[in-house]
């Protein structure tokens, strides 16, 4: 957010100025300025317009209850989701002293029960039974709850939410259960290098600021010290919600179908019981960095092989300057990838392979930071003083320089033309937007505030980019190679550490950086798009892809737009061919030339990003979208580019990209359990899939040679199958995908291919029952496991159909069982899968009990949920079939979404484009019986039952190896477990079937 900064002339009855936790953080309370500034004031309601984009059909109002409570409430006619969203402007900055993660730990237990609705799982199982779900998350400043259902269930969904704020129970006996949830959250980002940097700089920054606390909150903090001090933790939650939960800081935001007045009544009923307590808002205005001696050197250790630097710069938050948006300014160039850019220069060098650059909003209206990102090559580490010189010297440019005009206006360009053809989005997109921005913004521009850039703001301009200075700097460094050479352990997270001046010599050579010839402001970008101009409308009588062309060298699906009517296309192409799989290292050479030609290209498609066009290469994969106008000359750029790599790249360069690659796969093996089941089973399940581990072991024997030399031979014979969608007509869209395999064609000669060369991907038949496939994890005493139960081959949609059911049968129930109650871990879930022409349901926990135990409660909870289901009434099964109708049937709100759903079946090669209206119409049909049976022969009968378990055992817990692992089986009941590894089962297991389409071709 970019809000409006605070004065500091504060009417001494309506402001006064408080301690907060710690002597020197200033938190200001202000009453009439502060609501003045942010629009909490009395408006007139019908006067209050909310600038939307012209092409939105969704109808706005701003609603202020006599309690406080602020909405907007949000009327769309065709939406099959209603959304809600609450914003209550207190977060972790707010925690007391002595209970870190207090808010976050309130933020848990909202969730579990309220007096009018005692059960403490009624508002996941009505939302479940109503084809919605929902979540919260705690920040610095707000705590946002938010939940999404089908349309025609929004009433009693917002009753039920609003009494989160109105009697929330709090019950005792879910208070230690959920504090466990709130300690599992707490571990399973332990190992991740995000939470482990930020909770750095927050613990090297004024030990007397807020800021400097652990905002998350985990078993100790929550329960062991407070049991310590014979302090019950249950009674600061209510104090914390008495003191901090007010109507009058609860912004909210809600869609549906209802009329405007109707909506505006329902808020009335739920919210207007929530007690206003004329909180004062909170705003701290002291900066953290105050009081630290800067500049600061910070050397860091992290968990995954990754080299970078953050130059970050305390600054006044400006945020709330909607219309002036300095920071945008600054970080638009500072951040910039095309010629003359601080980026180009460091890839010149061979110091970086990526830099981003921002304003961060630390407390908006009080104190915020500019950062810069820069991620590091191995002589750009070693050099790592240089890139920092360079760095300032291109400060130094834009200093001498001077605030350019012509840059603000092409930004304030940009975003005109994005607002104006703003995406539609997802109702609770929407309404977590909204709600968000309501918190801090006039009710006029909660849906313009980050486009409406309109005034020139030279001094301020000035002001922010002379205060980048040497001495006003705190640089991080992160780096593998600090490992064993650091003094400091961070008591929360346990990251290594250096914390120390910035050598003498080194700040010397930052202040005399001066500006030299390679850096300069970018020229005018020439991809802005120009012409908006919508296809002639046309009479098709499909409402999907049609199959343009079809040969061996070219396949055309296209479908154009006439739902949203946005001057945007979009272009997917899959090159098809089987030459890059076989064998691992021409996967590795394959993946390379991808990276390669990306890179390459980069300088040139930056201003293409920026214009609008997102684009990405990779996997045998090119795909842009955007605006129409530019489109033919990115794609024509891209693909010249193949042919282009010997003379536009480097051997250095390439092996900085090598090296990337390789940092990518090693860190894939630190990734959390759950995270890497899912990449292990399609190890097993897939033919010629090369997971990373497959694929690290040859990357010392890539040359850049070998890859340069490879492309022509991956390029020589392949079938180009290409999706367009959008504005554009079916000729226009012809003669896009046949310009694009001419440019292919002649550069390298390309020729068509047969359809045996350019196979879809296979996957193997489980011929037993239950198979065990386990791997070391290296989370610290973390374990996860999936069990993958087969459905079925995907002959028809009938398998995926009964996928889905089951899984909307048992999600909300393994959830409450296993996470909620038996606090197995906090990420516990249910969901359906394909791999290469067959469905499973899938089962998956994480969790620091042994996957052996994990294992038998999955089938402990199977055995429960057979009569569960088996008993089900009548109305309660056809409200699941209404909810997992409406997720089929809710239908894409913009063209990316509809592409992804198309683009899903083009990629599988089943093509059923109208897969959710066939599978809607299945559910429709189906019985209880129907499902009950599917349940007995897919996840009980032992003779029918095909159940693939992937297991990552604790690496730390000293579990993993096959005797720990079978005593782990024995001591669970799990003897029929039978533990495989993935080479023998491949020689044992027989192949199926391509996938064949299953619809219209």
């Known amino acids: 957010y970019r809000h409006v900064k605070l004065s500091k002339t504060c009417h001494s009855k309506t402001v006064r100025v408080i301690k907060l936790r710690r002597r020197h953080s200033r938190v200001c309370y202000t009453g009439t300025l502060f609501i003045a500034i942010i629009a909490f004031v009395a408006h007139n309601?019908?006067?209050?317009?909310?600038?939307?984009?012209?092409?939105?059909?969704?109808?706005?109002?701003?609603?202020?209850?006599?309690?406080?409570?602020?909405?907007?409430?949000?009327?769309?006619?065709?939406?099959?989701?209603?959304?809600?969203?609450?914003?209550?402007?207190?977060?972790?900055?707010?925690?007391?002293?002595?209970?870190?993660?207090?808010?976050?730990?309130?933020?848990?237990?909202?969730?579990?029960?309220?007096?009018k609705y005692p059960s403490e799982n009624e508002y996941s199982k009505w939302l479940s039974e109503h084809g919605g779900w929902s979540n919260a998350f705690t920040s610095d400043t707000d705590t946002v709850y938010f939940c999404t259902v089908d349309a025609t269930y929004l009433k009693g969904t917002l009753d039920r939410f609003a009494q989160f704020f109105v009697a929330p129970r709090m019950d005792p006996s879910c208070t230690e259960r959920e504090i466990q949830a709130v300690n599992s959250e707490h571990e399973k980002n332990l190992d991740n290098d995000f939470w482990r940097l930020h909770h750095l700089d927050r613990v090297t920054s004024n030990p007397e600021h807020v800021y400097n606390s652990f905002s998350t909150g985990n078993l100790r903090t929550l329960w062991d010290e407070p049991n310590a001090r014979n302090e019950q933790v249950r009674d600061k939650l209510l104090a914390f919600h008495q003191a901090h939960y007010s109507g009058n800081r609860i912004t909210a935001a809600i869609i549906g179908r209802e009329s405007l007045d109707e909506l505006a009544s329902m808020v009335e009923q739920a919210f207007g019981s929530v007690v206003n307590k004329d909180l004062e808002p909170i705003l701290v205005t002291a900066h953290p960095y105050t009081g630290v001696k800067l500049p600061q050197l910070l050397e860091v250790v992290p968990v995954k092989e990754k080299r970078q630097i953050t130059m970050s710069f305390p600054m006044k938050d400006d945020s709330l300057n909607i219309k002036t948006q300095i920071g945008?300014?600054?970080?638009?160039?500072?951040?910039?990838?095309?010629?003359?850019?601080?980026?180009?220069?460091?890839?010149?060098?061979?110091?970086?392979?990526?830099?981003?650059a921002g304003d961060y909003s630390g407390f908006p209206g009080g104190y915020g930071f500019f950062k810069i990102n820069i991620d590091l090559t191995e002589k750009g580490f070693a050099e790592r003083q240089h890139v920092v010189k360079d760095t300032f010297s291109y400060i130094a440019m834009l200093q001498a320089a001077g605030p350019q005009e012509y840059v603000f206006d092409e930004c304030k360009q940009l975003e005109e033309m994005a607002f104006r053809f703003l995406d539609k989005s997802q109702p609770y997109s929407a309404t977590m937007a909204v709600a968000r921005a309501l918190r801090w913004h006039p009710p006029a521009n909660v849906l313009n505030y980050r486009f409406a850039m309109a005034d020139f703001d030279k001094e301020g301009i000035e002001a922010l980019v002379n205060s980048l200075t040497p001495d006003q700097v705190k640089v991080t460094v992160v780096g593998k190679a600090f490992d064993g050479q650091t003094e400091l352990t961070e008591a929360i997270y346990g990251t290594h550490y250096n914390l120390k001046p910035v050598p003498q010599d080194w700040l010397k050579m930052w202040t005399k950086a001066q500006p030299f010839a390679a850096l300069h402001l970018p020229l005018p970008n020439k991809f802005i798009p120009t012409d908006f101009t919508l296809a002639a409308p046309v009479t098709s009588?499909?409402?999907?892809?049609?199959?343009?062309?079809?040969?061996?060298a070219l396949k055309v699906w296209h479908a154009q737009d006439t739902t949203f009517l946005l001057p945007k296309a979009s272009i997917n192409i899959v090159f098809r061919t089987n030459v890059h799989k076989q064998s691992v290292l021409q996967a590795v050479w394959t993946s390379l030339a991808f990276k390669l030609v990306k890179d390459t290209a980069n300088e040139f498609a930056y201003d293409a990003e920026l214009g609008g066009l997102d684009y990405s290469v990779n996997g045998m994969k090119i795909a842009i979208q955007g605006y129409q106008q530019r489109l033919p000359v990115l794609l024509k750029a891209l693909l010249e580019t193949f042919g282009q790599l010997r003379e536009k790249t480097t051997e250095a360069r390439f092996l900085s990209l090598l090296d990337g690659y390789k940092r990518t796969l090693e860190g894939m093996e630190r990734d959390q359990p759950y995270h890497q089941l899912g990449g292990d089973f399609d190890t097993i399940m897939l033919d010629k899939y090369y997971s990373h581990l497959d694929r690290l072991p040859v990357l010392g024997d890539v040359k850049y040679e070998d890859v340069l030399q490879w492309v022509p031979q991956l390029l020589q014979a392949l079938q180009l199958e290409v999706l367009i969608l959008g504005n554009y007509n079916a000729e226009d869209a012809l003669s896009l995908?046949?310009?694009?395999?001419?440019?292919?064609?002649?550069?390298?000669?390309?020729?068509?291919?047969?359809?045996?060369?350019?196979?879809?991907?296979?996957?193997?038949?489980?011929?037993?029952?239950?198979?065990?496939?386990?791997?070391?994890?290296?989370?610290?005493?973390?374990?996860?496991?999936?069990?993958?139960?087969?459905?079925?081959?995907?002959?028809?949609?009938?398998?995926?159909?009964?996928?889905?059911?089951?899984?909307?049968?048992?999600?909300?129930?393994?959830?409450?069982?296993?996470?909620?109650?038996?606090?197995?871990?906090?990420?516990?879930?249910?969901?359906?899968?394909?791999?290469?022409?067959?469905?499973?349901?899938?089962?998956?926990?994480?969790?620091?009990?042994?996957?052996?135990?994990?294992?038998?409660?999955?089938?402990?909870?199977?055995?429960?949920?057979?009569?569960?289901?088996?008993?089900?009434?009548?109305?309660?099964?056809?409200?699941?079939?209404?909810?997992?109708?409406?997720?089929?049937?809710?239908?894409?709100?913009?063209?990316?979404?509809?592409?992804?759903?198309?683009?899903?079946?083009?990629?599988?090669?089943?093509?059923?484009?109208?897969?959710?209206?066939?599978?809607?119409?299945?559910?429709?049909?189906?019985?209880?019986?129907?499902?009950?049976?599917?349940?007995?022969?897919?996840?009980?009968?032992?003779?029918?039952?095909?159940?693939?378990?992937?297991?990552?055992?604790?690496?730390?817990?000293?579990?993993?190896?096959?005797?720990?692992?079978?005593?782990?089986?024995?001591?669970?009941?799990?003897?029929?477990?039978?533990?495989?590894?993935?080479?023998?089962?491949?020689?044992?297991?027989?192949?199926?079937?391509?996938?064949?389409?299953?619809?219209?071709?």
């Open 328 to 356: 945008h300014y600054l970080a638009h160039l500072i951040g910039h990838e095309g010629q003359g850019s601080l980026l180009s220069h460091l890839k010149d060098q061979d110091y970086a392979t990526g830099l981003s």
């Open 45 to 115: 309601m019908a006067s209050t317009t909310i600038i939307k984009p012209p092409n939105d059909d969704r109808e706005y109002r701003h609603v202020k209850l006599s309690n406080g409570v602020q909405c907007v409430v949000i009327h769309d006619a065709t939406t099959e989701k209603a959304a809600i969203t609450a914003d209550v402007a207190v977060g972790s900055l707010s925690n007391p002293n002595d209970y870190p993660g207090l808010a976050h730990f309130l933020e848990h237990m909202l969730f579990l029960g309220t007096d």
């Open 737 to 1001: 995908a046949q310009d694009a395999r001419k440019t292919l064609e002649a550069l390298f000669q390309t020729k068509g291919t047969t359809l045996d060369n350019r196979p879809l991907p296979r996957s193997y038949q489980m011929a037993s029952d239950l198979s065990l496939f386990a791997r070391p994890a290296p989370v610290v005493d973390i374990h996860g496991v999936a069990l993958n139960f087969k459905i079925g081959e995907r002959t028809d949609l009938k398998v995926p159909t009964m996928a889905l059911m089951l899984s909307q049968l048992m999600s909300e129930s393994f959830f409450d069982s296993l996470r909620t109650k038996e606090q197995l871990g906090y990420v516990v879930y249910v969901s359906s899968a394909y791999k290469a022409g067959s469905d499973y349901l899938s089962f998956v926990v994480q969790s620091s009990k042994t996957p052996g135990h994990l294992i038998r409660r999955v089938f402990s909870f199977l055995d429960e949920q057979k009569d569960i289901i088996a008993n089900m009434d009548k109305e309660q099964f056809e409200d699941h079939k209404s909810a997992a109708i409406s997720k089929l049937l809710d239908a894409p709100k913009n063209l990316k979404s509809l592409v992804s759903r198309y683009w899903a079946q083009v990629t599988s090669g089943c093509y059923a484009f109208d897969r959710n209206q066939v599978m809607a119409d299945m559910i429709q049909g189906l019985s209880l019986d129907d499902c009950v049976q599917a349940f007995e022969s897919s996840l009980m009968n032992q003779e029918s039952r095909r159940c693939a378990i992937v297991a990552r055992y604790g690496q730390k817990a000293q579990s993993y190896n096959k005797e720990a692992i079978a005593q782990d089986l024995v001591e669970h009941a799990l003897e029929q477990v039978q533990l495989r590894d993935v080479d023998t089962f491949h020689l044992e297991s027989e192949l199926l079937p391509v996938q064949t389409a299953i619809g219209t071709q």
């Open 541 to 552: 009588t499909s409402k999907h892809p049609i199959l343009l062309c079809d040969s061996d």
